[in-house]
């Protein structure tokens, strides 16, 4: 595939041929390790619960396909979802020059851009800098050189996504902030943003939870019901403009329909 033709995980029309090929190979085997699954849930649930829990005879063979799926799912891309509170020159610097992963030295190109454009005081910009959650050794490893989305689109009213909407810098400059202030200026600068990413798989360490997620979707045209398997990921590799799909902006049509409606393909309850 093409390095920008991208699938979404819990859509199987959008699989390329050769997924789809690899999958209803499986069918069987899918089915049989799922069905069987269900029944001894129940049958579990409907017990006092004294009995050790049954094993299910098709697992090993199961975890294998999906370990084969992930090895295979590194030469896809997907579309994954970013949410953050972006100005306009950060939206047009996306898309002419790509996505790059967040570091200290980003955070502190970001702060100086605020300060050249007025809305920060020099000031202001060096305590937002010092108060980052970004100079702690154990935030570091989860923060630093990363580039975080989502596997599926999310609503802007959870609960996991309204904070990095409401903030500009997201967690790295508003989680750990104490001065009311500084947190009432953050929510002043850009705007609430969407991003569409197409993300190869390549360029993460998620392609077994990519694994789960399509053998899922096509696990539930089967009939099967397997627990949703929508995850997030990251990327420690820069993205060209091209990967950028969309943007979507508070205010504009799609924006509050993202998760919702929008894409008219995914179904948050299924």
């Not at 002419?96 to 007025?118: F, H, K, N, S, W």
């Not at 002043?188 to 053998?215: D, F, M, N």
């Not at 397997?226 to 091209?242: K, N, S, V």
């Amino acid at each position: 595939m093409n390095t920008l033709d991208h699938i979404d995980t819990w859509d199987i029309d959008t699989f390329d041929d050769e997924l789809r090929a690899k999958l209803r190979l499986a069918e069987s085997l899918i089915r049989d390790y799922l069905t069987t699954s269900r029944r001894q849930f129940l049958e579990r649930e409907a017990s006092d619960h004294r009995m050790p829990h049954p094993e299910n005879p098709h697992a090993a063979d199961y975890i294998a396909f999906t370990e084969e799926m992930g090895r295979d799912m590194e030469h896809r891309t997907i579309r994954a979802w970013h949410y953050a509170r972006l100005d306009d020159d950060e939206v047009s610097a996306m898309r002419e020059g790509g996505i790059y992963p967040g570091t200290l030295d980003t955070l502190r190109r970001r702060l100086d851009a605020q300060v050249a454009a007025g809305t920060l005081s020099a000031t202001d910009a060096a305590d937002l800098y010092k108060a980052s959650p970004c100079h702690d050794p154990e935030q570091q490893p989860g923060r630093l050189g990363k580039f975080w989305m989502a596997s599926e689109p999310i609503r802007v009213d959870d609960s996991g996504v309204k904070p990095l909407l409401k903030s500009w810098g997201g967690e790295s400059t508003h989680m750990w902030l104490k001065d009311e202030r500084l947190k009432a200026l953050v929510a002043t600068i850009g705007q609430p943003r969407i991003l569409e990413v197409a993300v190869p798989l390549a360029k993460t360490t998620h392609s077994y939870s990519a694994s789960r997620a399509v053998i899922g979707a096509f696990a539930r045209t089967l009939g099967c019901r397997p627990d949703r398997e929508g995850f997030d990921l990251y990327t420690q590799e820069p993205l060209e403009p091209a990967a950028i799909l969309a943007v979507h902006t508070e205010g504009e049509s799609k924006f509050k329909k993202v998760g919702r409606g929008y894409p008219t393909t995914f179904n948050a309850r299924r």
